[in-house]
């Protein structure tokens, strides 16, 4: 295994493309609890380029109904970048200085649920300009969403196989 470079152009250009539609190689999760962690799950492939195909808990989608939990729920994809020491992308929780373009936020309520992700695609002074679906948006500063806590993951790397 090794660590390549996450490729945070390639995030943020995915995410300019897809923010007001949806990619038809990804089904939309609109209709079914949400499309943001989706979403997010694309940019971070567009960046990284792999994808972790362990049962349960890696990172893939191949369809809709073949996919990790990970791809596609808030919780389940900070705990695989947390985590992750197989292929596919690294993160860590960092104070929101440290963000990158490309990096992800994820928003809570006080109870320590979280339940959105958006992607980092630019930023207005210091305030992070973000990406997402659900309510789409594009450049939409930090500060006009109403949540009570926060987490910001920093995107540190790409573990892939030799092979890449």
Same mark, same amino acid.
């Given at each position: 295994?090794? =660590? ?5 152009? +390639? ?7 897809? #923010?007001?539609? +949806? ?13 943001? $962690? ?7 492939? #567009?960046? %990284?380029?792999?994808?972790?195909? /362990? ?7 191949? %369809? #809709?109904?073949? +996919?990790?939990?990970?791809? $596609? ?8 970048? &947390?985590?992750? +020491? ?5 993160? =860590? ?17 006080? /109870? ?13 002074? %210091? ?15 930090? /500060? ?10 920093? &995107?540190?790397?790409?573990? #892939?196989?030799? %092979?890449?």
């Amino acid at each position: 295994m090794i =660590q390549k470079r996450y490729d945070r152009l +390639r995030a943020v250009l995915n995410a300019r493309r897809w #923010a007001f539609s +949806r990619n038809p190689a990804y089904f939309s999760f609109n209709s079914l609890g949400g499309d943001c $962690t989706n979403f997010v799950s694309q940019c971070l492939f #567009a960046g %990284s380029g792999v994808m972790n195909y /362990t049962p349960v808990f890696g990172w893939f989608y191949r %369809s #809709a109904n073949d +996919r990790t939990a990970s791809w $596609t729920g808030v919780e389940f994809l900070y705990n695989f970048l &947390i985590s992750n +020491r197989g292929d596919g992308p690294v993160a =860590q929780e960092v104070p929101p200085c440290d963000l990158q373009l490309g990096d992800v936020i994820q928003l809570g309520r006080e /109870t320590g649920d979280f339940y959105h992700s958006c992607l980092v695609v630019g930023f207005r002074g %210091s305030v992070p300009l973000v990406a997402s679906h659900s309510l789409d948006a594009y450049n939409k500063p930090l /500060t006009r969403y109403v949540f009570e806590r926060v987490r910001f993951l920093h &995107i540190t790397g790409v573990n #892939a196989p030799q %092979s890449t």
